[in-house]
């Protein structure tokens, strides 16, 4: 299979040097030539480490033998917590929640980065090659990559977060884990400090070729990849009828898993993209103008950004693919902060997308209902999914008949503050994580300053050690 950049320029790649690669040479982003049809058939009646195999396996273009894949999926999903994986449970007539957070590190990054951890140690060991990962966190992604990296042969993994910024959870997820492979670093500066540092990093090509370094952010199409797999099991679950996914938003990345699998044939009413007050795809879907705004920090951190990097990925099929016009609307959002998109393919997307804002009170709210009326407890980016699911219902923008399905993102345990404020409850951990506040903590800090990162990469990537 074929993947091509979303701004035409850049070779077109395997499946192989899609993974490795991250970000295309051009800037772009890396899609299937072609996405492969569902058997929905043969999806009905699997475990979810099956039906992962049937699903994901024609995404990465069968590059690994089907055996060997399968039992990579065995693995990848017995680290869940729940038999069933990704858990459906009901919290209204026709409204349900899918559990995405019973992964290693609660969060749904786990359903992509863990099999990508195990993707990169096939890759790479079949070549006899290594490589250093390097990825900047404001939280969830952190964990969940080193998670999905720890241990492993072929990988050393060192992420930045800014020190005193990121929940106690959170950094102790990153900064707990013992595996020597492994480099949690707190760097003196903010979010936007720790992604200029690791954007600066990769600019230095010759840096960057000496220590083979490589990204899992979420523009890597293996983690879209990874993540259609869970919109399959929803509809299989509730008989194959249409439904409509509610997805706490940021990057785009997780509801545009759900796009491929509508285009691979999955019956889907609408894709409802839920936002905090950080709402440039809300306003995009309302005006067709993407435009960015500052940063406001929300109870939703994970969902706090400027842009959305993903969003490239839809805009190439909304432009009927075409590379160079991705690339001049690109370059209107760099040099003057948005551009509007062509009106006929606007009105095309607006038939499965729609989005919904909603704001920090409207969240607490929601929180707060859902535990009276059914007893669940959500976390602060999950209420956001069921909120804007409740107000899409209520307008009579999604059909009574159609069964609403929201992605509930996170744990409740990772937001305690959120939770507490919200029900006056302090979600306990899960059992995995009970003594995560009594475990030794190894991390450094360093200053926010390229030259200090270079160093301590020279230093601890077993790269440069094979070198000298
Ligand atoms: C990353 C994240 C999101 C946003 O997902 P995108 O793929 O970036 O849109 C939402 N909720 C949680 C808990 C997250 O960690």
Redesign the pocket.
């Known amino acids: 299979m074929r993947y091509v950049s979303t701004r035409g320029v850049a070779p077109v790649l395997e499946f192989d040097d899609v993974l490795l690669t991250g970000l295309a040479r051009d800037g772009g982003l890396y899609v299937p030539e072609t996405l492969p049809a569902l058997d929905l058939a043969a999806c009905q009646g699997l475990s979810y480490a099956d039906l992962a195999t049937e699903v994901l396996g024609p995404l990465t273009g069968d590059s690994i033998p089907r055996a060997d894949f399968r039992q990579m999926m065995a693995d990848t999903y017995a680290a869940f917590d729940h038999t069933a994986v990704a858990p459906l449970k009901q919290i209204g007539a026709n409204d349900w929640v899918m559990e995405l957070f019973h992964g290693p590190t609660l969060?749904?990054?786990d359903f992509a980065l863990q099999a990508l951890g195990r993707f990169f140690d096939r890759v790479l060991s079949d070549r006899g090659e290594r490589v250093t990962i390097l990825g900047a966190t404001s939280g969830?992604?952190g964990s969940a990559a080193i998670e999905g990296c720890r241990g492993r042969e072929a990988v050393d993994i060192f992420i930045l977060y800014p020190q005193g910024r990121v929940s106690d959870v959170q950094r102790r997820q990153m900064t707990t884990v013992e595996d020597a492979n492994v480099h949690a670093i707190a760097i003196e500066g903010d979010f936007d400090d720790c992604q200029a540092l690791v954007k600066a990093a990769f600019n230095d090509l010759q840096f960057r070729d000496r220590m083979r370094l490589s990204a899992v952010n979420?523009i890597n199409w293996a983690r879209v990849a990874a993540q259609v797999v869970y919109y399959v099991h929803a509809s299989m679950a509730l008989g194959g009828r249409p439904l409509a996914f509610s997805v706490?938003?940021?990057?785009?990345?997780?509801?545009f898993a759900g796009e491929v699998a509508r285009r691979m044939g999955l019956a889907v009413d609408t894709l409802l993209i839920a936002t905090n007050v950080n709402d440039i795809l809300t306003r995009f879907f309302d005006t067709g103008e993407y435009r960015t705004r500052g940063v406001t920090a929300t109870m939703s951190p994970?969902?706090d950004i400027q842009v959305s990097s993903n969003f490239e990925r839809l805009l190439f099929d909304m432009v009927g693919r075409d590379g160079p016009r991705v690339q001049g609307l690109m370059d209107n959002l760099k040099q003057s902060g948005g551009f509007t998109a062509p009106e006929d393919t606007f009105a095309r997307a607006q038939q499965t997308f729609m989005a919904r804002r909603i704001d920090e009170d409207a969240t607490l709210a929601e929180m707060r209902r859902v535990h009276r009326e059914t007893g669940e407890i959500l976390d602060p980016?999950s209420a956001i999914g069921t909120a804007a699911a409740r107000q899409a219902r209520i307008d009579r923008r999604i059909a009574d008949h159609v069964p609403t399905v929201s992605l509930a993102?996170?744990h409740p345990a990772k937001f305690p503050d959120a939770v507490k404020r919200a029900i006056g409850i302090h979600p306990a951990l899960p059992e995995r994580l009970a003594d995560l506040h009594d475990r030794k903590e190894r991390s450094i800090t360093l200053p926010n300053d390229l030259g200090a990162i270079q160093r301590h990469l020279q230093t601890h990537a077993r790269i440069a050690q094979d070198a000298s």
């Open positions: 969060a749904f990054k969830d992604t979420s706490p938003s940021g990057n785009f990345g997780n509801v994970s969902m980016h993102t996170a």
